[in-house]
């Protein structure tokens, strides 16, 4: 779609016509659309802003609906293009469900095809769990957080497809070793220590995450606060996103799985930087109130804050924009270069696992509160849709 067909939605005064603010739904759809913006499309940046102001303003007062209620209070803290599909599907069955125009064959099959698909994802859990308790972590590493749960939860949201399970259940592992392994940079080994891991990783081929993690430890013994521009370059090798991503390609097939698969990761395309970028300093944002309250290297914010000498309200506004500008190109590179790209069976592995970025930090951060992921886990892997 042209943008330039919203530019009609405006008055001769510049301004968004009035009967646009009376249509719900419409403004809901306009939302929506808005999130697929490429740079540069600064229509788009005003038909978001007016529609989220909008629909802020009306809600929940004014609407009377109370399935629509839930819908916009959803779509306004999670956008439909930046959730992941298994939350995006069980929300939208409730939804649905009270809509008093529903289609009673349609929402059975819906709420009958998410249970199965449940079933199977129960399955895999017992079996990770099982494993995770046979290498006894709770004891050899007693300062690491059991993470079992969320990390399950992150590989599913990259693929909950039950063709996937292999891929799904060694890719946990793998999610389960680095978060042993951050925990351990983080909150664990001295500076010795860490350089002396970082050289046994390193020929493990986790050269780029292990040199990126003791790049941080040497930033945090040297009391150091490096540029911005320094921070994001080592904290899109520090973020995992890359290695979390190649880890899923594993287990699902090589006729996905090609060279050309793995080069385009290795080979840090505009969507993975950005993939990488959002991940980084959305975490920056929500975390580093409680990072520097310990020992902790600089954040993205403190990094801004002092690079460009404003406050902490201006760091985050600013760092807000760059996440903006960072969906902006994995929405670019996704839709205008499909040919550049592997299998979307692979790029929507990097778009999902961006998209939980939002799930993660809905509420705050459910990596540092993990009970606020209480609500998500329990909807999508303990209690089946009513029937």
Not at 107 to 125: P, R, S, T
Not at 191 to 203: G, K, M
Not at 374 to 379: A, F, I, V
Request: aromatic residues 12%; proline residues 3%.
């Amino acid at each position: 779609v042209c943008v330039d067909g919203f530019r009609k939605l405006k008055g001769s005064e510049g301004k968004f016509k009035e009967w646009l603010a009376k249509d719900e739904k419409g403004l809901l759809s306009l939302y929506e659309a808005a999130h697929m913006a490429f740079n540069g499309e600064d229509i788009l940046d005003e038909v978001l802003s007016f529609a989220t102001k909008t629909l802020e303003s009306i809600f929940p007062n004014k609407i009377t609906n109370p399935s629509f209620q839930k819908q916009i209070d959803f779509a306004l803290r999670v956008p439909a293009w930046k959730c992941v599909p298994r939350s995006l599907a069980r929300h939208s069955i409730d939804f649905y469900s009270t809509d008093s125009f529903h289609h009673e064959k349609l929402l059975a099959f819906a709420k009958l095809d998410f249970n199965i698909v449940q079933k199977f994802h129960q399955q895999e859990l017992y079996e990770v769990s099982n494993w995770w308790r046979s290498i006894d972590v709770a004891t050899k590493f007693p300062y690491a957080r059991d993470r079992l749960m969320e990390s399950y939860y992150c590989v599913n949201s990259m693929y909950f497809e039950p063709k996937y399970r292999s891929g799904r259940i060694i890719a946990t592992k793998i999610f389960l070793m680095l978060a042993i392994l951050d925990d351990t940079y983080d909150n664990f080994a001295t500076y010795e220590e860490a350089h002396a891991l970082t050289e046994a990783i390193e020929r493990l081929q986790l050269k780029k995450l292990s040199q990126a993690y003791l790049g941080e430890i040497r930033w945090r013994n040297e009391g150091r606060v490096p540029t911005l521009r320094e921070y994001i370059i080592n904290g899109v090798a520090s973020s995992g996103v890359s290695k979390l991503c190649t880890s899923c390609f594993v287990g699902m097939g090589a006729e996905i799985a090609t060279k050309k698969a793995f080069e385009w990761v290795t080979n840090e395309s505009k969507m993975m930087n950005a993939g990488c970028l959002i991940a980084r300093v959305q975490n920056d944002i929500f975390s580093h109130e409680f990072e520097q309250k310990r020992n902790h290297v600089a954040s993205a914010v403190e990094c801004c804050m002092k690079e460009y000498r404003v406050s902490e309200k201006e760091a985050v506004e600013f760092l807000w924009k760059e996440i903006s500008n960072a969906w902006k190109d994995i929405v670019e590179e996704y839709c205008q270069k499909p040919t550049l790209l592997p299998s979307t069976d692979l790029t929507d592995r990097l778009l999902n696992l961006t998209r939980l970025i939002n799930i993660f930090y809905d509420d705050g951060d459910c990596l540092i509160n993990s009970h606020l992921l209480k609500d998500h886990l329990t909807s999508l892997f303990i209690d089946p849709v009513p029937l």
